[in-house]
């Protein structure tokens, strides 16, 4: 089993930054795919930023250009920095890892971040 322990993330202004890091343990190395995931009350979880271990990232267009994804193979962490932000953005963030293509996700406890206007 992949466990998955966030930390960073807490309360900013409007155009202000934050950073989440992610490290994972109990899993192979490297993880084949880690990233993020976020879900604001009322809406859906939906995906932020993933980086695979093939160099493929889904990065959406609501947050593309304003947040990076960074991850550390040897490690197993990822990193997400985040730039520009907007209330919309406000949302409970998931850490997520997959330990190989197909695989079931795993999901950390999640850190709240909060956006003030």
């Known amino acids: 089993q992949v466990q998955l322990v966030e930390s960073g993330g807490g309360l900013a202004q409007s155009g202000g930054s934050l950073t989440l890091s992610c490290q994972a343990s109990?899993?192979?190395?490297?993880?084949?795919?880690m990233g993020w995931f976020r879900q604001a009350p009322g809406r859906s979880r939906e995906v932020v930023a993933t980086?695979?271990?093939?160099?493929?990232?889904d990065i959406p267009f609501s947050v593309r250009g304003r947040f990076t994804i960074s991850r550390d193979f040897a490690k197993n962490s990822v990193t997400l920095r985040m730039n520009s932000l907007k209330p919309d953005d406000s949302a409970v963030y998931y850490c997520?890892?997959?330990?190989?293509?197909?695989?079931?996700?795993?999901w950390g406890r999640g850190t709240q971040v909060t956006v003030s206007p």
């Open positions: 997520n890892a997959r330990r190989w293509l197909g695989d079931s996700d795993f």
């Open positions: 109990g899993s192979p190395n490297p993880l084949f795919r």
């Open positions: 980086l695979t271990t093939d160099d493929f990232a």
